[in-house]
């Protein structure tokens, strides 16, 4: 029997390039609560939980109606990988209690949509350790360059020649960041989000925004604008 899907939202307080970045307000709405109305409209969820050090995410995520997991200093450092935070949730359970799968929303995919997270949860099959959102790159690797002394050389050696058009490069595509569907006895198991075969979900480049820097920020808030003006999917 199915002991459901838990959305996980990371969410701590420190931040290098944006500081507070899980508390930012996009489109009036801190992103960390973003997340978590993203999750709570998900078919696929069912229930929401944020890891946090932070006191003032911790009120703003109950006041959303999350569930709150205080995790130590420890793991909230900026080098913290994911899956320790995620498997400090699960440990906080009981194992009866614990989910048969693991979603992660991070707070910086603003323009994730509830469909996108049910999307990837039906992706997930016994064949699959993980599912991973991924969208198409910007800028091609098969495009960039090495400076070896005083010559320009491929990052990619053996690929195709330099100059060849863009049209006729093979396809590349990124991790976005926006969602992972993880089973949990894999990421109980091998400790990691991605497992050994981690099967892709493809976004958009529009809904694939990671917020990083105050440029992105703005970015998105603009995309967002486009698509409430056009009628769009935001």
Known sequence: MSRGTL??????????GLPRKNLLAFAGTPLVVRAIEQAKASRSVDEVV????????????????????????????????TA???????????AGERPDRVVTLQPTSPLR????????VGLLTRDFDAVVSVSPVGH???????????TLRPLLEGGPPPGTPRQQLPPVYQENGAVYVTWTRILLEQ????????????????SSVDIDTAFDLLHAEAILAAQKTSGGKG
Request: proline letters at 8%.
């Open 191 to 206: 400790r990691s989000i991605w497992g050994k075969r981690a099967r892709p979900y493809l976004m958009d480049l529009e």
């Open 50 to 81: 944020v890891s946090t050090d932070d006191a003032e995410i911790a009120a703003l995520a109950e006041r959303a109606g999350a569930a709150v997991v205080r995790r130590p200093a420890e793991l909230a450092l900026d080098g913290t990988p």
């Open 140 to 150: 091609s690797p098969y495009k960039m360059l090495s400076i070896d002394g005083d």
């Open 84 to 94: 320790p935070v995620l498997i400090h949730v699960l440990e906080a359970r009981e």
């Open 7 to 16: 959305a996980v939202i990371p969410a701590r307080g420190g931040s290098k």
């Open 113 to 120: 949509l509830p469909r996108h997270i049910d999307e990837a």
